[in-house]
């Protein structure tokens, strides 16, 4: 392991633009109180620190503003959603706001999603391998479903997936999904989401 000396560290650099450096409308986009509302499509809401509210297309780079629509300048509305876009704020064109049904973080999500809506760490698709965590069984998983493991009984065992033995200690209402064993296709399994882990493909290949 290498240490590295504090006194090379980087020099300190500010998170924010240099507002010096910038033009006119691109320092009022970073500095002027405005409230950016995601709409349906790629269209956002913008309340200006004036308390206008114009309309802008973040795909057509468009805005409902005088500078725009009679200037014909790129103004500091559409610059100023690309700004909360970039940070997260607000969710890109196409994407709502939404809480992951498996973990209840925030997250975007289409505006079509199929529920249930699950963030980027808990998506999982049909075909992919994981990881039973109790066994170290690899599995594939057949389908996500949109119903909780407490409402989904598993026949055999005359109980829920959520009552199972195994599951113990995994979330009652924890999303159920659909696996199947490798080697075993025909056969449907019912798993809590958060007993299944993601693992590498490559390794089947071992």
């Not at 103004?75 to 498996?102: F, L, N, S, Y």
Request: aromatic residues 4%; contains cysteine; negative net charge.
């Amino acid at each position: 392991m290498t240490l590295i000396d504090p006194a090379d560290a980087p020099r300190k650099t500010a998170l924010a633009p240099d507002l010096r450096r910038l033009d006119e409308r691109a320092a009022r986009a970073w500095t002027e109180a405005m409230a950016v509302r995601s709409l349906p499509g790629s269209r956002y809401a913008v309340d200006s620190e004036s308390g206008a509210t114009y309309v802008v297309d973040a795909t057509t780079g468009s805005c409902t503003c005088p500078d725009h629509e009679i200037r014909g300048r790129r103004c500091k509305h559409v610059r100023r959603v690309a700004i909360e876009i970039t940070a997260g704020r607000v969710p890109p064109p196409g994407q709502v706001r939404a809480v992951c049904d498996a973990c209840e973080t925030e997250t975007f999500v289409p505006e079509d999603a199929p529920t249930p809506r699950l963030c980027a760490t808990c998506a999982l698709d049909p075909g992919t391998v994981v990881l039973d965590r109790e066994t170290g069984d690899r599995l594939v998983v057949v389908r996500v479903t949109d119903r909780r493991a407490d409402d989904v009984r598993v026949d055999a065992a005359d109980c829920t997936v959520a009552a199972y033995p195994t599951n113990e200690g995994y979330p009652a209402d924890d999303v159920v999904v659909e696996v199947a064993y490798l080697g075993d296709g025909d056969r449907r399994y019912s798993f809590p989401r958060s007993r299944l882990r993601r693992t590498d493909d490559a390794a089947l290949l071992a």
